[in-house]
């Protein structure tokens, strides 16, 4: 009995002798590919669609680029009655905690800033977020013989 595998595989044909005209012509050819265009919002645009295109009015404006920080201030006013060292200290204890939602924390006469925007999809919201600071801080302030409130406000600037 013959092997199958053998048997199988049949002889290539001769092949001709080419020259290098007739090599040259069959080679593989490089194509330049157009680049594409990124656009702010990340998206890919094809740019030989946009360069042909030439009505401007066809053509979609470019979405205003996405905010990439947005920063939440704590405003103790009750810190005003104290020192300035003492006010260092009480903002850098409270700072420890805020920390426990941000992981960039700024410091401000009788205030503390921190970016959330990175925070809110884990913490599930803003709401979330002022919750678990308010638990946080509270009892703090209140371990300081402070009143044990603060104001607070979201903005996309640390100036607001």
Same mark, same amino acid.
């Given at each position: ?6 048997? !199988? &595989? ?9 020259? %290098? ?10 194509? #330049?590919?157009?680049? *594409? ?5 990340? #998206?890919?645009?094809?740019?030989? #669609? =946009? ?5 401007? =009015? ?9 905010? &990439? ?6 405003? +103790? ?17 409270? #700072? ?10 700024? +410091?401000?006469? &009788? !205030? ?10 884990? +913490? ?10 308010? !638990?946080?801080?509270?009892? %703090?302030?209140? &371990? ?5 409130? +603060?104001?607070? %406000?979201?903005? *996309?600037?640390?100036?607001?």
């Amino acid at each position: 009995m013959k092997d199958p595998d053998i048997t !199988a &595989q049949l002889p290539l044909p001769a092949t001709k002798k080419r020259t %290098a005209e007739e090599a040259a012509k069959e080679a593989a050819k490089i194509v #330049a590919l157009p680049l *594409p265009n990124l656009r702010v919002d990340g #998206a890919i645009e094809d740019r030989e #669609a =946009s360069e042909t295109s030439g009505d401007s =009015s066809t053509s979609a404006p470019n979405p205003k680029p996405r905010r &990439q920080n947005l920063w939440y201030a704590l405003y +103790f006013p009750q810190l005003h009655e104290l020192s300035d060292p003492q006010q260092i200290q009480v903002l850098n204890e409270l #700072a420890g905690l805020v920390e426990s939602v941000s992981s960039t924390v700024s +410091f401000h006469p &009788q !205030a503390l800033i921190c970016e959330i925007r990175s925070s809110l999809k884990y +913490f599930g919201g803003i709401d979330s977020i002022h919750d678990k600071l308010k !638990a946080l801080l509270r009892p %703090a302030l209140e &371990q300081r013989h402070l009143e044990d409130y +603060f104001l607070y %406000a979201a903005t *996309p600037t640390v100036s607001g």
